[in-house]
């Protein structure tokens, strides 16, 4: 396979351009030992490696080419996989109390596609039908606020709290919804998480 991409790039040293991926596959190892990027993170870690040292590479795009074909490589050896990283960081998110919304929001920012995304919340949804408000409970629970603080102080802080909970991604029914729990019903829902 190396070799018919070799074949494919028009360069005087094809020595240098194997030596080349070799050099790309053995950065994406280590750093795939230490962390379980998506794709989009690793190729932005491995074109920092090579802006950052004296480049070998006269053609951005031909270093564009090279990174792509290594993280296609490894896609193929199942090394690297963006649809594994989106469930296993949405099941995560969601034991921490993160918002359906916050998790899209990161996935996206982390290059993952989106059909890969609507598998993650479809799979999430799926088995809690309002999870929005499961996680908000594990929020309040978390920072102390809305049905978690005092009953004398739950009017003083009202508005504070819902705007931790708006910040964190959650949509204003579900925020209200949570800030109006009364302390049995909050500590019997925490019985259920």
């Avoid at 070799?22 to 795939?32: D, G, H, M």
């Avoid at 490894?74 to 960081?89: M, Q, V």
């Amino acid at each position: 396979m190396i070799i018919l991409y070799i074949l494919m790039i028009p360069r005087k040293n094809k020595k240098n351009l194997e030596a080349s991926i070799e050099e790309i596959r053995k950065f994406s190892f280590s750093y795939l030992e230490k962390y379980s990027p998506s794709k989009q993170q690793l190729r932005t870690y491995l074109l920092k490696k090579y802006f950052k040292s004296p480049a070998s590479f006269s053609n951005k795009n031909e270093l564009l080419n090279l990174i792509d074909f290594v993280i296609l490589d490894l896609e193929k050896e199942k090394i690297i996989s963006d649809k594994f990283y989106s469930d296993s960081k949405s099941r995560s998110f969601i034991k921490r109390g993160y918002s359906l919304r916050k998790i899209r929001n990161f996935l996206v920012q982390k290059g993952i596609k989106q059909n890969y995304i609507k598998e993650s919340i479809s799979k999430i949804t799926s088995d809690n039908s309002d999870q929005d408000f499961f996680s908000a409970i594990k929020l309040c629970k978390k920072r102390r606020i809305g049905p978690n603080r005092e009953e004398d102080n739950r009017p003083l802080f009202y508005k504070k709290d819902i705007s931790i909970l708006a910040r964190s991604g959650f949509d204003y029914e579900t925020s209200k919804k949570v800030m109006d729990l009364s302390k049995n019903d909050y500590k019997n829902f925490l019985k259920l998480l």
